[in-house]
Structure formats: structure tokens, C-alpha cells
């Protein structure tokens, strides 16, 4: 895999040969290129929602295509195409929720996990009960590996806030999935 940098670098020429002479073939690579972290980004935000996600993720695609003039390449493009996304994101679930049967209450029922693997859904479950800009900071952050800078960016928050909600977020995910580190220790012993 090439590093981020060169990555960048090729990013940019393709945007360079869109703007040049509106080359739909750049811009079918940058989809290509593209179109697999933001997809993942949305299923993320969208808690698993595939159909969901693919469809604002050709939302964000189009609305790129559209605003392309708008990317001053003052971050990297896969960022500017991150803000698109979650800027689409915060637009849909401004739209009146559906329901998909599952509420706090019933989730505090469930049986304890007895399996390592019930980790991931406790954690997201976790992930749920933290306030929303928590979980896009380390969604953004943790997740998806962006730097705190990157993430600023994409959400459009200052850096120290990106940096205290990714401090609570985590301090907060600690302690609700102590109980996972303590059976970790114990097995361990």
C-alpha cells in the first residue's frame, strides 16, 4: 500500500485533470479510489445500514462532482470528500427517524455477553450512549485512523474540541467496558 503522501499526490493530479478539461475518467478514479472509505464512514455512522450508506455515499459523489471548483486542496482530498460525507450524513438523520424496533430498554435486557466475541457489540453499543460528537470524533479518529487535524476538519470543529471529545469519548468507553479489560486480566492470569 502507498503512504499517505503519494496517495495525496494522486488525488490531486486527477483533480487537476478535472479542472483542466472536466475529464469524467479522473473523476471515475477518484470514485474508485475513494468510494471505500466513504462507504465504510457512513456504514459506520449508519450503524451497519449498507443500502443506507451506499446511497449517500453517491450523494456525497455527486454533490464532489458538483463542488469540485470548491476543493482549494488546503487538506487531502479523501479528507474533503470525509466532510462531504458526514455533511450528508448530519442532512439525512435531520430527516424524521424510522424505527427499527430496538430501543434502550430492550438492549438492557439482553443477556450479558458470554463470548469474546459479543466485544464488538457491546462496544457498539457503548458507542451508542455517547453523545454524537464523541462518537464522530472517534469514529473519525479511532476508527478510520485520521489524525485529530484531519477530523477537525471533516466535522468542522475546532482542534481542541476534536482533542477533548476523543479524551471523554475514550475515558467513557473505559470505564462502560471495564468489565471486558477485567475478564481479559483474569483470563490472562
Given at each position: 500500500m502507498a503512504d499517505s503522501a503519494a496517495?495525496?499526490?494522486i488525488d490531486q493530479a486527477l483533480v487537476t485533470r478535472i479542472r483542466l478539461g472536466g475529464d469524467r475518467r479522473a473523476f471515475e478514479q477518484l470514485v474508485?479510489?475513494?468510494?471505500?472509505?466513504?462507504r465504510a464512514q457512513l456504514r459506520r455512522l449508519l450503524h451497519g445500514d449498507e443500502a443506507a450508506a451506499d446511497d449517500l455515499a453517491q450523494e456525497t459523489f455527486m454533490l464532489a462532482?458538483?463542488?469540485?471548483?470548491?476543493?482549494r486542496g488546503e487538506a487531502r482530498f479523501s479528507s474533503w470528500l470525509y466532510r462531504i460525507a458526514y455533511t450528508c450524513f448530519l442532512q439525512a438523520r435531520r430527516a424524521p427517524m424510522r424505527h427499527d424496533g430496538i430501543?434502550?430498554?430492550?438492549?438492557?435486557?439482553?443477556?450479558?455477553?458470554?463470548?469474546?466475541?459479543?466485544?464488538?457489540l457491546d462496544l457498539?453499543?457503548?458507542?451508542?450512549?455517547l453523545s454524537t460528537a464523541e462518537q464522530a470524533v472517534l469514529l473519525h479518529c479511532a476508527q478510520m485512523g485520521l489524525s485529530h487535524e484531519e477530523a477537525s476538519y471533516v466535522l468542522a470543529m475546532p482542534l481542541g474540541t476534536v482533542k477533548t471529545h476523543?479524551?471523554?469519548?475514550?475515558?467513557k468507553l473505559k470505564t462502560w467496558l471495564a468489565d471486558w479489560r477485567d475478564a481479559a486480566t483474569e483470563e490472562a492470569s
Open positions: 496517495e495525496a499526490r474508485r479510489r475513494n468510494q471505500g472509505m466513504v462532482w458538483r463542488n469540485l471548483d470548491q476543493f430501543d434502550d430498554e430492550t438492549l438492557a435486557q439482553l443477556p450479558a455477553p458470554k463470548h469474546a466475541v459479543d466485544l464488538q457498539e453499543r457503548a458507542m451508542q450512549r476523543a479524551l471523554r469519548g475514550k475515558a
